[in-house]
């Protein structure tokens, strides 16, 4: 068996007192026969998660998170920490969108630092973020993988309520990504948007629309066969492409709405799963309420 993977300072320590919520989570599965158990979770300040689920029988551990405020705020701190232990298969979500809501200056964070080992799956899939108008964000993801670990994650962000025709005018959004198998990177990516700014309507940034996602896939099995499924799918609307990389597959989708996106990476989510994680793709029940 394979030492866990862990993140140093993994404990929770409630921070000094600042403007905005302060919130860590942190979780730990691991199979207990042929059950995926989440058997630890603790939590500071408002950050959750409801029971565990079973909808496709003991195999695969569903997970909602739950963040009660609903949004994060100028000055808010987020944390979530999940640690996937040898032959576990954890899938993650959110109940509905997220929201970065307008700041008065400060910036708002949420770090995500996940750890698969050897043998084990991890599906971080959580529902699109809608960035407010004037919203200032720090969003990181830190994903390290064991042996023949497989990752399979999700991010969407709509920039701006375009429901109500706002735009992303003002504000600042900044992203960043790190895979590393055994230590080693396989997906490095930095990026700031900033509202107003030209990068937005340009063929090299958003192309002028307001959503943008990326689905990928982190496995061994990754190969050219599954990048040909990949290619064959095409989103309903909107702009899609797919990159194959040693042991990594990545879908970008640029769109109008963040409902097309999704139903695309529903999609590339059924095609690849079976042969990734050795089970077809099942919708979380949470995603049709």
Known sequence: MNAPLVFPADHLVAPPRQQGWHAALSLAYARRGE????????????????????????????????????????????????????????????????KWYRSAGAAGALVQRIAVAAGSVCEWLPQESIVYDGALGELATEVRLQGDACFIGSEMLCFGRTAAGERFGRGEMAMRIRIERDGRPQWLERGVLRGGDALLG???GLQGQPVSGSFVVASPRCNADLLAAWRDIVPAAGEGGVTLLPGLLMARWLGPACEPGREWFARLWASVRPAVAGRAAQTPRIWNT
């Open 35 to 98: 059950r995926s158990v989440l058997v630890r979770r603790s939590h500071v300040g408002p950050l959750v998660v409801q029971r565990p689920l079973y909808p496709e029988g003991d195999t695969v551990c569903h997970t909602v998170l739950v963040h009660p405020p609903a949004g994060i705020a100028g000055g808010d701190r987020l944390q979530v920490t999940v640690q996937v232990d040898d032959g576990a298969h954890a899938l993650l979500t959110t109940p509905g969108a997220g």
């Open 202 to 204: 340009a063929a090299v």
